[in-house]
């Protein structure tokens, strides 16, 4: 406990320096206006401002970074309770009751309880990631390959098993992310693999360009897709934002119940905080003692899942920091950054650069107070950037991107990638495929190629020595329980009777 | 079913099969190595396998039977897309690194940002000149100053970086 105190008092100290409270206070506004701005995610800002972390230190990017997922977990919500329309996909649930709430003419309650949830849930999911990072990584630090191995390959398919959509698919956009990151020199013997004699390949392909193309051109392209959409922006008055007693005793039992689910769902692959709302969602349903105005306006229904949605995010953290593994495409993108500054998470990282952990874990906290602060008076100034057309921000956003990926290297391919992987990413939205788990296997590809051959080093060539292992059986077993189970329920259902 | 995206999926599926088969040959031909002391083509090779299975049996399935019900589980088209638009701004991202280099980063960003902001709203063409030209500008002045970014830059580039302070 003294030494969580001890670093939380280091990471406030570095966390209040005004470049880093700029830093929260950028990332806070920007991931707002994403969360806002339907289709552009979380996702979709950081990996247009990536590249531009590089004029940043490791701590602020990071700080950047995480007021950003925080603010757009906000923003979304905003748009779902006024408008009907989610942000981002975590926000759909908070559409069904929050929007007939707002019908009502309780929108500022509902608005109200929902960041108040945002609030509670991000300090306990801050609190959750502070005890199980640190723990996790006292324990990671006596994982050999071999667990590391098990934990990025249990990674990927219980990421298959979540992330919705069909098995093959994801299995197939698995599959080619692992492949693009076998391009470059092999780390142990110098070989070069594709690369075609290129010198810029033989470093491997960028993830950067990948990320902005999937995610950034791709969205816009679809995005155009749309015809113009013009809202009807309902303002919210300052003295309607504040809900009955009522509706505060109502709400505040589901904000603690959504946290702790959020922060647990957080832990596991996938789509976390989308999978966090509707889970909360249908538990609040089951005992609430008015199911019946589940979809009428229920605010527990909007509590619940807002608090879930953004414990999600702190939960997210927890493998990354204690095991440098990404389990959500968002926190591939914060390893990215890491990265890019020359900095590998795990383990190692959290004892030798305790400062930037900190940093960032006071930098929550922060960055959540500032959002609550700064969304509730400027709900209407947020909502009505849905006024800019798309035919001025879908220019912007892709000049952003080129610029973004041209500021890193000064590389004409890395554009060409980006134009690439934006036609590609367009291609396979369209056609159902999830791109999510292509950029996730593109990261942890080359941890799980290291951890097999090194594995297979060290046990002389048997497979039996690495999967056999307590921790890696029981890893493999709880993967291949997420098969298993689904099939017995379904061949239970199937039987006569 | 909408017959466009079934058509997009057939040509993606035969896409795949064919980035599969690539990879899986040029993979056998680095050197395997054996599970004891496991080469740099081991691991490729286990993808590329796995990749040609995989992408066989979709497109087994999108040219088989299967091709209805893969249907179902995408999302319904939209009516009227604009493909003139979604091409535009392709092809602007995929030529913006070619014009990036010799015209300067103000003039090939506003060329780019005009085509795609005639190609999204066609409204009078002088707005649409300014409105690129600031955001040609604006980027320049944000990025190489703000941000501190290596822009190509030309005489309008250092005229502008001198005059921006």
């Known amino acids: ?497 | 079913m909408n017959g466009k995206n079934q058509d997009i999926r057939k040509i993606a599926s035969l896409a795949l099969l064919v980035f599969s088969l690539l990879y899986g040959l040029s993979s056998f031909r680095l050197k395997m190595g054996t599970l004891r002391s496991p080469g740099p083509g081991l691991i490729p090779g286990v993808i590329g396998v796995l990749l040609v299975v995989c992408t066989g049996i979709y497109l087994f399935r999108v040219f088989g039977k299967g091709s209805e019900r893969l249907a179902e589980e995408e999302k319904p088209a939209r009516e009227g897309k604009n493909y003139r638009a979604i091409i535009g701004i392709l092809a602007c991202t995929a030529l913006f690194p070619f014009i990036l280099e010799p015209l300067k980063f103000i003039v090939s960003t506003m060329a780019a940002s005009l085509v795609m902001l005639l190609l999204l709203k066609p409204t009078r063409w002088i707005f649409s000149f300014l409105l690129s030209l600031g955001m040609a500008v604006g980027a320049f002045l944000i990025f190489s100053r703000f941000f501190g970014v290596g822009l190509p830059s030309g005489f309008l580039e250092n005229f502008l970086f001198r005059f921006g302070g």
């Open chain 1, 1 to 497: 406990m003294l030494e969580i105190a001890q670093g939380l008092l280091g990471g406030l100290a570095i966390a209040l320096k005004p470049i880093y409270l700029y830093y929260s206070l950028l990332g806070a506004i920007l991931g707002t206006i994403t969360g806002v701005l339907p289709g552009l995610g979380p996702l979709g800002a950081m990996s247009i401002l990536l590249s531009f972390t590089l004029s940043m230190d490791a701590t602020g990017a990071m700080i950047l970074f995480a007021g950003i997922y925080y603010g757009a977990m906000y923003g979304g919500s905003t748009t779902s309770i006024l408008l009907n329309i989610p942000g981002e996909a975590a926000s759909v649930v908070t559409c069904i009751d929050g929007y007939k709430m707002a019908q009502r003419g309780r929108a500022g309650a509902a608005l109200t309880v929902s960041a108040v949830g945002s609030f509670i849930a991000g300090t306990i999911s801050i609190l959750g990631l502070m005890v199980a990072a640190l723990f996790l990584s006292d324990i990671a630090l006596r994982f050999g390959p071999a667990e590391f191995f098990a934990i990025g390959v249990c990674g990927l398919i219980l990421l298959v098993r979540l992330s919705g959509g069909s098995i093959l698919q994801s299995f197939i956009m698995i599959l080619v992310g692992m492949a693009l990151g076998t391009v470059g020199v092999d780390f142990l013997t110098g070989t070069e693999r594709f690369t075609f004699g290129s010198v810029e390949l033989g470093q491997g392909v960028d993830f950067l360009p990948v990320a902005m193309g999937i995610f950034g051109i791709a969205e816009v392209l679809t995005t155009v897709e749309e015809k113009e959409f013009k809202p009807s922006i309902q303002k919210v008055k300052l003295r309607e934002l504040f809900p009955t007693s009522q509706e505060w005793r109502r709400s505040i039992p589901a904000m603690f119940r959504g946290s702790f689910l959020g922060f647990l769902i957080g832990l596991v692959p996938g789509p976390s905080p989308v999978i966090a709302t509707f889970v909360s969602y249908i538990s609040e349903k089951r005992i609430s003692k008015n199911p019946e105005e589940f979809g009428k306006g229920a605010i527990e229904a909007v509590a619940g899942p807002e608090a879930a949605n953004n414990a999600a995010v702190g939960g997210a953290y927890v493998p990354l920091f204690a095991l440098g593994i990404p389990f959500t495409p968002a926190m591939a993108m914060v390893l990215g950054t890491l990265m890019l500054h020359g900095l590998t998470p795990g383990p190692n990282l959290m004892k030798e650069k305790s400062d930037l952990f900190w940093a960032v874990i006071a930098s929550m906290y922060i960055g959540n107070f500032m959002l609550i602060v700064l969304n509730l008076p400027l709900v209407n100034l947020f909502v009505s950037i849905l006024r800019v057309p798309k035919n001025i921000l879908m220019p912007v956003i892709v000049i952003v991107c080129m610029i973004g990926v041209y500021s890193v290297n000064s590389s004409r391919l890395d554009l060409l990638m980006l134009a690439i992987f934006g036609f590609i990413g367009y291609i396979l939205r369209a056609i159902g495929f999830q791109v999510a788990p292509l950029i996730l296997a593109m990261v942890i590809g080359p941890m799980i190629e290291t951890s097999l051959r090194q594995s297979l080093n060290i046990t002389g060539g048997s497979l039996g020595g690495f999967i056999f292992r307590p921790i890696c059986l029981s890893l493999y077993l709880l993967a291949s329980l997420t098969f298993v189970i689904p099939f017995i329920m379904r061949q239970i259902k199937k039987a006569p009777g």
